[in-house]
């Protein structure tokens, strides 16, 4: 098997565009501003994985910081594995349904919308790309 090339970015307070090739990541830019927008997710790390490691139907959760969906065989989805209830780790995903264990609250795996509460917010989405197998996941 493929040894997992896995690298990721954390950047709690410095919000700026990351870029990742390959293994390796370099930062393309750092953000000067301190403006806040509530209506907004953070900007947010960013990783890599091969799509090998997301099932088809289902989804995989990376470094306790994205849950990656693949609920159609090439159609990925990338959000915050943070559940928007109390702060959870989503775990479980199936092909319609992010599931957070603590209070059973459902998100899509499309969207990340709620699809069943208590959670009243969807889990802020990621973009993802797919190119030559491997995924990039970056900051909205
Ligand atoms: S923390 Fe996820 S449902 Fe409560």
Do not use: W
Not at 9 to 23: H, M, N
């Amino acid at each position: 098997m493929e040894t997992t090339r896995r690298t990721i970015i954390k950047s709690a307070s410095v919000a700026g565009s990351v870029a990742v090739v390959g293994s390796s990541a370099v930062l393309t830019s750092a953000c000067t501003s301190a403006e806040s927008d509530d209506s907004q997710a953070e900007p947010g790390p960013a990783a890599s994985l091969s799509s090998s490691e997301v099932p088809v139907g289902s989804g995989t959760v990376v470094d306790d910081t994205y849950v990656v969906t693949q609920p159609k065989e090439g159609e990925f989805h990338a959000f915050s594995s943070v559940c928007t209830h109390q702060g959870c780790q989503v775990r479980n995903v199936t092909e319609t349904e992010i599931v957070c264990p603590c209070h059973s609250s459902m998100f899509s795996t499309t969207t990340g919308e709620v699809l069943g509460g208590p959670a009243t917010e969807p889990l802020p989405e990621y973009s993802v790309s797919e190119s030559s197998g491997e995924l990039t996941i970056s900051g909205t």
